[in-house]
C-alpha cells in the first residue's frame, strides 16, 4: 500500500477499527490491534473532508472536495 495523507477518520463501532479519509479520495479500513489497513477503496475524485457513522451503525456517509456525498454499507 503506499502511503497516504489522512485528512479525516471515524471509529466504527467497538472501536476495533477506524475509517480514514485521504487526501488523494481513497477510504481505508483499519484494523487498531494489528495496525493495518484491512480494506482500502478509491472513494471519490477528490479529497474526503468528512466521515459520519449512521447512527444503526450499519454504515456511514462521506463527503468530498468532488461535491460529492456518498452512502456506503458495512
Same mark, same amino acid.
Not at 31 to 42: F, I, K, M, P, Q
Given at each position: 500500500?503506499?502511503? !497516504?495523507? *489522512?485528512?479525516?477518520? @471515524?471509529?466504527?463501532? *467497538?472501536?476495533?477499527? +477506524?475509517?480514514?479519509? &485521504?487526501?488523494?479520495? %481513497?477510504? %481505508?479500513? =483499519?484494523?487498531?490491534? %494489528?495496525?493495518? @489497513? $484491512?480494506?482500502? $477503496?478509491?472513494?471519490?475524485?477528490? @479529497?474526503? =473532508? %468528512?466521515?459520519?457513522? !449512521?447512527?444503526?451503525?450499519?454504515?456511514? +456517509?462521506?463527503? &468530498? @472536495?468532488?461535491?460529492? $456525498?456518498?452512502? =456506503? !454499507?458495512?
Amino acid at each position: 500500500m503506499t502511503e !497516504r495523507f *489522512g485528512l479525516c477518520l @471515524a471509529f466504527c463501532e *467497538g472501536d476495533n477499527h +477506524v475509517i480514514l479519509g &485521504s487526501k488523494d479520495g %481513497s477510504l %481505508s479500513i =483499519w484494523n487498531l490491534t %494489528s495496525g493495518e @489497513a $484491512v480494506h482500502d $477503496v478509491e472513494a471519490h475524485d477528490g @479529497a474526503i =473532508w %468528512s466521515i459520519d457513522i !449512521r447512527k444503526d451503525y450499519k454504515g456511514f +456517509v462521506t463527503g &468530498s @472536495a468532488d461535491k460529492e $456525498v456518498k452512502f =456506503w !454499507r458495512f
